[in-house]
């Protein structure tokens, strides 16, 4: 059974941090591209961040670059995003996805929320 389960979301004052994780279970985690979206309600799913299944490449948004990093341990079977400097405006649902090839699997989310 696939299943990917995100954790570390909650309500952070702006220019906080957060740290999300990601376990993965049920699928061959290395052969995986890893990435996070985030949504807010009315507006698609955006992609936040993603990284190559070696872990050797990432890109993020550019809305978010230099304050977001993702990172995997495939060991772990765990992906990671390190938020910093967080503003309002990164207020979502955030989702881990895995992809590879025709499969594509998705977490329940977790929300971030950025309020003072």
């Known amino acids: 059974q696939v299943q990917l389960v995100e954790s570390g979301g909650g309500l952070v004052q702006p220019g906080g941090s957060l740290r999300l994780s990601c376990v993965a279970s049920?699928?061959?985690?290395?052969?995986?591209?890893m990435n996070w979206y985030r949504q807010v309600p009315g507006k698609e799913r955006e992609l936040v961040c993603t990284?190559?299944?070696?872990?050797?490449?990432?890109n993020c948004a550019d809305s978010v670059k230099g304050r977001f990093t993702i990172s995997r341990d495939n060991d772990k079977k765990t992906v990671n995003l390190q938020m910093n400097s967080l503003k309002p405006e990164d207020t979502a649902v955030y989702y881990c996805?895995?992809?590879?090839?025709?499969?594509?699997?998705w977490g329940q989310g977790t929300q971030v929320t950025v309020s003072s």
């Open positions: 990284i190559t299944p070696a872990g050797d490449m990432t």
């Open positions: 996805n895995a992809k590879y090839r025709i499969y594509n699997h």
């Open positions: 049920g699928f061959t985690f290395s052969n995986y591209a």
